[in-house]
């Protein structure tokens, strides 16, 4: 039984403008705006997982298909491509299909980890130690033999404001051994 760490990451300054501009609806948390699939979603979302896990060649996009066996844990861990610096985002729902694949709830987990990043113009060759709230939510597999379709659904919020600029959902892929 393996953990397999996926990276989600967002474009989250293109919802942000979209939302304001109209083009995007921003949706509610008991109803996420849907951001499509296929090419459609990879315009705001990329998937990413150590490539011993990608199914299928879907490394990078927002339909990555990872292969898994009964009893592995999926850990989601998610992003803005500007690191969360404007705009910051969190998963707060998960639904598979068959429902009964992944253990239901998911678990959520937020906590602080020490981290080490060089500083300074040129970076140091000293890092600098410094604190890194770390959040993810896993699942834990529990059927074999089937492609497990779910949606991950995730609230988008503006830093500057501490606003919910809005909710989302799309819909990846695991394939189970």
């Known amino acids: 039984m393996a953990t397999i760490n996926v990276l989600v990451a967002v474009d989250g300054a293109k919802l942000a403008q979209q939302v304001a501009d109209g083009s995007i609806k921003a949706g509610s948390k008991g109803s996420p705006t ?23 060649g879907t490394n990078g996009q927002s339909e990555l298909q990872i292969k898994a066996n009964g009893g ?23 639904n598979f299909n068959p429902s009964d694949a992944i253990n239901s709830p998911l678990s ?5 980890a020490y981290a080490y ?4 113009n040129p970076p140091s060759d000293t890092p600098t130690k410094f604190v890194n709230q770390v959040s993810t ?41």
């Open 137 to 177: 939510v896993s699942g834990t597999i529990l059927k074999i033999g089937l492609q497990i379709q779910y949606t991950l659904s995730f609230a988008l919020v503006d830093n500057a404001s501490g606003k919910i600029i809005g909710y989302f959902t799309w819909d990846p892929f695991i394939n189970v051994n």
């Open 72 to 94: 592995d844990t999926v850990e989601w861990a998610i992003t803005t491509f500007d690191n969360n610096f404007d705009q910051s985002v969190y998963i707060y729902n998960g």
């Open 34 to 56: 849907v951001l499509g699939s296929y090419s459609s979603s990879d315009v705001y979302i990329t998937m990413t997982a150590p490539n011993s896990s990608i199914d299928n």
């Open 108 to 112: 959520y987990a937020s906590g602080q």
């Open 117 to 120: 990043l060089a500083t300074g």
